[in-house]
């Protein structure tokens, strides 16, 4: 019943969904770890880790038979309920993360992220708007979308229903500055620019700042050193509190357990999401000392207690211990993008290549001087990996000035059991990819 499949199935499926049903690849499933086949057969290294979720692949055996064991004991509880599972993840995340608080939701990063935003409001009553950042994306839910800057405007038809809750400041995004600098000689000076929206443009005081410490729908852009130490100043300096959003960036993939411990600078509330869970849904907001957590009527949901999301999270905690993941990201990272770099040498396309870790971004220009984005050649190379059995995923649709649409930055983020044989497939697939450009230098 859930291995095979008829054309008929298919097609009418697609008749029948209000959500588009892409012609990507449908997967089947086997054989694990970073590669995954489909209906006919064909076999994928996948470097998307299906949205960051997969950071230990597809199928871990670890983390299925962690589950399969929680199953045969307790598969529900409700939210009030305390499993064994939970109380154990509570104090494993509290060890590993340098935060004193921690509760869950089923539901991923926007749901965290709203709890952060509820933390934030009990604990700043008299402030009443968010500060978030331009090209950041939390989630898709109509209390999030207003803060952010994509799904661009007049991609998605209809607005959030917090919109004026949310003042959006630049992101340092050091390639494309937005106040055309030079880093490291411009000082951190988007830093004043926030400091002076602060000051002087919010109609409200701020009760959170949110951000991605290293963008991920944006680009893959990190942000430069120095630049979170000086955004904690600014939120102590002003009474807001400082949410980092770790949903892609946890859990390994930057060679550290969290952005916030790779760059030393650590957060008032931290989400969690995606690789936590091993594959299964599961979302965490964390919370320094000192923050005024919740009643119990303030935050719960049906299914945020489940004891299977739990096991499998503490499963995949040990295995990325057991195997050392951290250590491996960084060193198979420094690999890929040191090869990067190498093919940016060579191909004039190549206008960017950022890292850390397995969380590396390609960014395609057409000119480098220029910078215009090569987006439509980016959607060539992802097809053409895509029939040599390779699967990467560009930055979400940015609008730009004109009303263009563009997708230009080539995603690549492997699960972190990835071996260097298969990265070194997946860079002769990229540079093939190039090739058809002709645009060696």
């Known amino acids: 019943m859930l291995s095979d499949i008829t054309q008929a199935e298919i097609v009418r499926a697609k008749e029948h969904s209000l959500t588009p049903l892409a012609d990507l690849v449908l997967f089947k499933g086997f054989p694990g770890g970073p590669t995954v086949v489909d209906i006919s057969g064909n076999e994928y290294i996948d470097c998307t880790s299906q949205a960051y979720t997969l950071g230990l692949g597809y199928v871990h055996p670890d983390v299925i038979y962690a589950v399969q064991r929680q199953m045969t004991r307790l598969t529900h509880v409700r939210y009030a309920c305390p499993t064994i599972p939970r109380i154990k993840l509570i104090n494993r995340l509290t060890e590993i993360f340098n935060m004193a608080k921690v509760c869950f939701n089923n539901a991923g990063a926007g749901m965290a992220i709203e709890a952060a935003m509820k933390l934030a409001m009990i604990n ?11 090209r950041g994306y939390h989630g898709n839910s109509l209390s999030l979308v207003g803060g952010a800057s994509h799904p661009a405007p007049g991609l998605i038809r209809f607005k959030g229903f917090a919109s004026d809750v949310f003042v959006r400041v630049p992101y340092p995004y050091c390639y494309r500055c937005p106040i055309d600098r030079e880093y490291p000689e411009c000082g951190l000076a988007c830093l004043d620019l926030i400091k002076k929206i602060v000051e002087t443009g919010l109609n409200t ?5 949110l951000i991605e410490p290293m963008q991920g729908s944006g680009g893959q852009v990190p942000t430069p050193p120095g630049y979170l130490k000086g955004l904690k100043q600014l939120c102590e300096d002003n009474n807001i509190l400082l949410i ?8 390994g993939r930057i060679g ?5 411990e790779y760059y030393g600078v650590w957060p008032d509330l931290m989400i969690l999401s995606k690789a936590l869970g091993g594959g299964f849904p599961i979302g965490a907001t964390m919370a320094r000392e000192g923050i005024e957590g919740f009643t119990a009527a303030e935050e719960h949901t049906t299914f945020g207690s489940n004891p299977i999301m739990f096991a499998a999270a503490l499963a995949n905690i040990e295995v990325i211990r057991k195997l050392d993941l951290l250590h491996k990201a960084e060193v198979l990272g420094s690999y890929l993008t040191r090869r990067l ?18 969380f590396v971004g390609v960014e395609l220009v057409k000119d480098r001087t220029s910078k215009e984005p090569a987006d439509k050649e980016a959607e060539i190379l992802l097809a053409e990996s895509l029939k040599r059995g390779v699967i990467f995923e560009l930055n979400m649709p940015t609008l730009i000035r004109g009303g263009s649409v563009y997708r230009n930055v080539v995603k690549i983020k492997p ?20 090739k058809a450009f002709k645009t060696e230098s």
């Open 341 to 358: 770099r190498e093919l940016q040498d060579k191909y004039e396309i190549i206008g960017d290549v950022r890292g850390p870790g397995l």
């Open 256 to 260: 550290k357990w969290c952005a916030a």
């Open 415 to 434: 699960p972190l059991t990835i071996t260097e044989q298969q990265l070194d497939l997946v860079l002769e697939v990229f540079e093939q990819g190039l």
């Open 124 to 134: 700043r009553p008299r402030a009443h708007s968010f500060i978030t950042m331009w």
């Open 205 to 209: 005081p701020a009760a959170g700042l």
């Open 244 to 251: 980092y959003d770790e949903a892609q960036t946890g859990f």
